[in-house]
């Protein structure tokens, strides 16, 4: 079965917690913390599969989690990290977030055209961190350790775009199946009626010179398709990644008598309208059907039409294969063409450290809002993380917590949205009496080994 749209809920495994642990053996007095930290938790992780055509494998499952990290133990020993899940997706897959309350696409987050790539969709949680990482000179014994951080869960949407290099597109019943199973080994559905094709069709067509390109057989459009009028956006969105368009026109006007000039600027008014690039994409207009009677000022007035807009046009039969081969060749040597300038294309370089940078550059930002009455909300990934990694029982951990606030520049950021001492700031379901977070100095000495972790969720 085809699949091209999916969502599904992503989780990364919880991170273990750090271990509050002190060495005590005979013969050695005073030895110090030793608690070791928490492992991470495993992430979830897509990965573009050249060998997948299809997203079914996520049609009706919807779940998927990764390994959590196990907690941090004594004598230094750190917990397990659990194992990354790496879901399998096609290339040509738009990975997009989903806003929690709607489920509307809220941000895209990746776009999968490499063999390979892969981007993070939900991080597994930081493992936290041993009392052995908060000794200072003034702070020997620290009686602290953070605890596990849990994982982001969370919805993604994944839409499958075609990877081929050239199109058939145009009005239902033009003859679009019949060509590709002409011009390559598919074998799709053909019959005698409308939308006789409803998933596209992919198939390899040999060139002249044994060179090979693929060609896929896009279900009808209609006008009004690129507003989503007969299923438009489903199948238009199958155009986007080819390189080259191939435009078939039915000489007879089918069923509907309908009159073949129209029909070629109806589509092509409807590619523009779907996406202003495609209007502008090569294009090669097939003149489908050419074995019937009386289409010769239907092909005359065609012609001027595809001349005047700069396209080349051919004059095909898919019943008879008449035409099939030189515009086999010409699609063959455009495909060529094509490829050589997509080579030198910056774009088509893997973009896993662009994908990665975006998401961690999403975790470190916060913002303040008012809501009225003395009271202030902050919400952040990293400052999120921060507050449930710490244990609120231990007074030296909120202490610690206070310097972090500080460090990410909180302070400055509450003052600046007019909250003054005394007044209430929220975080996650927890409230503080605002007091500039005054931080102890004895802290300071962590600053250097805090800025790996600080706001990143960085390992």
């Known amino acids: 079965m085809f699949t091209d749209l999916s969502r599904i809920n992503v989780r990364g495994g919880d991170g273990g917690a750090g271990c509050i642990s002190f060495r005590r053996e005979a013969h050695v007095p005073k030895g110090g913390p030793d608690g070791g930290d928490g492992g991470h938790g495993g992430n979830v ?28 133990k004594g004598a230094r020993r750190h917990g397990k990290d659990g194992e990354d899940l790496v879901l399998r997706v096609p290339l040509g897959t738009v990975v997009r977030d989903l806003d929690m309350e709607t489920l509307e696409p809220a941000y895209e987050i990746a776009d999968l055209t490499i063999p390979g790539e892969r981007v993070i969709v939900a991080p ?80 390899v067509v040999r060139g002249p010179d044994e060179s090979s390109f693929v060609v896929a057989d896009v279900p009808g459009l209609i006008e009004g398709a690129s507003v989503g009028k007969g299923l438009g956006h489903q199948f238009l969105r199958h155009i986007e990644r080819t390189a080259l368009i191939l435009h078939v026109v039915d000489l007879t006007g ?83 063409e094509l490829r050589a300038e ?40 990293a400052i999120e993380r921060m507050v449930v990694q710490t244990d609120w029982d231990n007074d030296e951990a909120v202490l610690f917590l206070q310097h972090r606030f500080e460090r990410m520049g909180l302070n400055d950021a509450l003052e600046k949205a007019g909250c003054k001492p005394g007044d209430e700031v929220r975080i996650l379901e927890l409230a503080f009496e605002y007091d500039a977070f005054a931080a102890e100095d004895a802290f300071s000495e962590l600053d250097d080994r805090d800025d790996a972790v600080l706001g990143g969720g960085e390992r």
């Open 342 to 381: 997509a080579v030198h294309d910056t774009d088509r370089k893997p973009q896993d450290r662009l994908w990665e940078r975006r998401r961690r550059e999403r975790d470190r930002a916060f913002t303040v809002r008012d809501l009225g009455g003395h009271v202030f909300c902050v919400e952040g990934a």
């Open 254 to 336: 089918g069923f509907e008598g309908r009159d073949p000039v129209e029909d070629y600027h109806i589509i092509n008014e409807e590619l523009g309208a779907y996406a202003s690039e495609l209007a502008a994409r090569p294009q090669i207009v097939v003149a489908n059907k050419a074995d019937m009677p009386d289409v010769e000022d239907a092909l005359a007035r065609l012609r001027v039409a595809v001349e005047a807009d700069g396209r080349e046009l051919f004059c095909v039969s898919a019943l008879t294969g008449a035409g099939l081969d030189s515009l086999i060749g010409a699609c063959a040597t455009k495909v060529a």
């Open 124 to 203: 597994g949680g930081v493992g936290g961190r041993g009392n052995i990482h908060f000794v200072t000179s003034v702070r020997r014994a620290p009686a602290f350790a953070e605890k596990g951080e849990p994982a982001i869960e969370h919805w993604i949407e994944l839409e499958m775009k075609l990877m081929a290099d050239a199109a058939l597109v145009g009005m239902p019943s033009v003859g679009k199946s019949s060509l590709i199973s002409r011009m390559s080994a598919a074998k799709p559905k053909i019959a005698d009626y409308p939308f006789t094709t409803l998933v596209p069709n992919l198939g």
């Open 45 to 72: 992780i897509l990965e573009a599969d050249p060998q997948l055509s299809s997203l079914i494998d996520y049609r009706y499952k919807h779940h998927f989690r990764a390994e959590r990290g196990t907690h941090g």
